[in-house]
């Protein structure tokens, strides 16, 4: 077998196909322009070698409407040839300063694109301006390229000389926004509050200072947080190039510190969305499918189920209330913008920056598995009702209410099977989505139980964020068996104890979220 450097000569020929005419322009070392005989398609052919020939070789997976086509790899003695589509454009590095909507919409597209690369097992690692062709032609800003010259600092993080990983993309997804917002690329070893003042916007400064960290424990080790944050920064300012973030007037805090993944994640969207209630232009329309009439039969028997369960007489009871104040051991999770799926952002593939579908409905439809909805019902309802025993009835009964014709979602399903653990999963959501949601009530304990409250504060912002959630899950548990043993589950408008479907119907639950 040939070494890359023997198949990379000019008017050599690479498995009958390709053909190799002259040396990329831009000083790229090693690569090449060549031909497509198949298409007579003008590409690219990038020696990999080393640490990117590990973080490029599952690269021809990934496909990505601001990724650069990944066409081919063609293997070598000691490493490969990486096949690219070639695109003519001006590259950022030419133009580097943006609005801030056009920085956080560029930022967004680069971010999904390079999800992409990671949800197929690979990295980019040569995330930087050259990289980044801003006026692509016959395609929508950006499109990130492929280069064999690796980010180096200020848009490589400081791990040094290690294979590229997640958190390295992540880092310089980060530097490039920061390039576009001021101009100047960010200090190479991270940034202080001193580098970050002419960033008014609390929103985007908390996003840069996530990213860029001079301390490692607190910057992000993917791409999701990252994407998260811009996202809840774009929905309410997709459509307005200059004001200022008006939610909040402090950066949002730093993500807790996670084991890098050995492959992406995505979302999270895994979605934050503003409770803004002016009203967006109407979304487009998805497709709707037929349902034959035994899909619609069960449907209608799992409405009527989710219907009578919403209408159940509510008991009396004495409620127990945590004070924001007292809750000081786990934040809500709604101070930490989680992730949203970008197809309900117009940032993806397009230059539209119109806004889609109401923005409380598009949260909660980012924290339910696909299809939920045909229409997002209105859930004004949700940021009013903090006590999750009448909230989640309530939201059963919109799933039913909003699905595609009458069909059985996945959403149905699993709020079917959840039982005891609709309580977390709808603190999940309304923690999420509401920034006024104020604290969870529940009623007292039981002599000899756990406070329930803090235990679902917890578990929903450990959820709703994507973090480790295994601890908080089995205080739960053992919180509500004590209160079923204890013959209060009618208190909680429960017939019983818990089943083991109650918890593994959760943990499908967090998994959705974790997967977007």
């Known amino acids: 077998m040939q070494s890359v450097a023997e198949l990379l000569t000019s008017g050599g020929e690479l498995e009958g196909r390709f053909l190799v005419e002259e040396a990329l322009p831009g000083g790229v070392p090693g690569a090449f322009l060549g031909i497509d005989k198949e298409s007579a398609a003008r590409v690219e052919l990038h020696p990999a070698t080393g640490v990117l020939a590990d973080a490029w070789k599952d690269a021809t997976g990934a496909t990505h409407a601001h990724l650069v086509g990944v066409l081919h790899r063609v293997d070598a003695s000691d490493g490969f040839v990486l096949v690219t589509e070639h695109i003519a454009g001006t590259r950022l590095d030419a133009d580097v300063r943006k609005t801030q909507v056009d920085a956080v919409r560029s930022a967004l597209r680069l971010a999904d694109a390079v999800s992409s690369l990671h949800k197929a097992g690979a990295c980019h690692g040569a995330i930087r301006p050259a990289n980044i062709l801003v006026d692509p032609a016959g395609r929508n800003s950006p499109i ?33 926004m920061y390039l576009m917002l001021t ?57 307005d ?33 503003s409770t803004n209630t002016a009203p967006p232009p109407a979304p487009p329309a998805r497709k709707r499918w037929i349902i034959i009439g035994a899909i619609a039969a069960i449907a209608c028997g799992l409405g ?14 004495v409620e127990y209330v945590v004070r924001s104040a007292s809750a000081t051991a786990a934040p809500a999770a709604s101070s930490a913008p989680p992730v949203m799926d970008l197809s309900e952002v117009a940032v993806t593939g397009t230059d539209n920056t119109k806004i889609a579908g109401d923005q409380l409905g598009v949260c909660v439809a980012n ?25 989640a009835p309530k939201l059963r009964a919109a799933l039913v209410k909003g699905s595609p014709q009458g069909g059985v979602t996945d959403a149905m399903k699993i709020f ?32 000899g139980c756990d406070a329930m409250t803090p235990v679902v504060t917890r578990l929903a912002s450990e959820v709703g964020n994507g973090q480790p959630y295994e601890e908080s899950l089995k205080a739960y548990t053992k ?20 089943s083991g479907g109650e918890e593994s119907a959760f943990k499908q639950f967090a998994k959705t979220i974790s997967d977007r």
């Open 416 to 447: 079917s099977q959840l039982g005891w653990y609709d309580i977390p999963a709808y603190e999940v959501i309304r923690n999420a989505c509401c920034q006024e949601a104020g604290d969870v009530k529940l009623p007292k304990p039981a002599d």
């Open 241 to 273: 190039e200059s004001v200022s973030s008006y939610r909040l007037s402090t950066p949002p805090p730093l993500p807790v510190s996670e084991a890098p993944p050995a492959v992406m994640p995505s979302a999270p969207p895994v979605p934050a969305v």
């Open 367 to 391: 924290y339910l598995p696909k299809g939920a909805f045909n229409t997002a019902p209105d859930f004004k309802w949700m940021c009013e009702t903090p006590d999750p025993r009448d909230g």
């Open 304 to 317: 009527a189920a989710f219907i009578l369960s919403s209408m159940r007489p509510n008991k009396e009871v």
């Open 479 to 498: 919180v509500i068996n004590c209160e079923a043993g204890g013959g209060r589950a009618a208190t909680f408008r429960k017939q019983g104890r818990p």
């Open 183 to 239: 101009g100047q690329p960010p200090p190479a070893g991270g940034v202080t509050d001193a580098d970050l003042t002419e960033i008014a916007d609390p929103i985007l400064r908390g996003a840069i200072e996530h990213g860029l960290s001079v301390d490692a424990d607190k910057r992000h080790r993917e791409m999701q947080p990252l994407k998260g944050e811009l996202a809840r920064w774009y929905v309410d300012h997709g459509a």
């Open 144 to 176: 990130l390229t492929f280069s064999t010259r690796r980010s180096e600092p200020p848009y490589r993080g400081p791990s040094g000389d290690d294979a590229p990983d997640p958190a390295d993309d992540a880092w310089a997804v980060a530097a490039v």
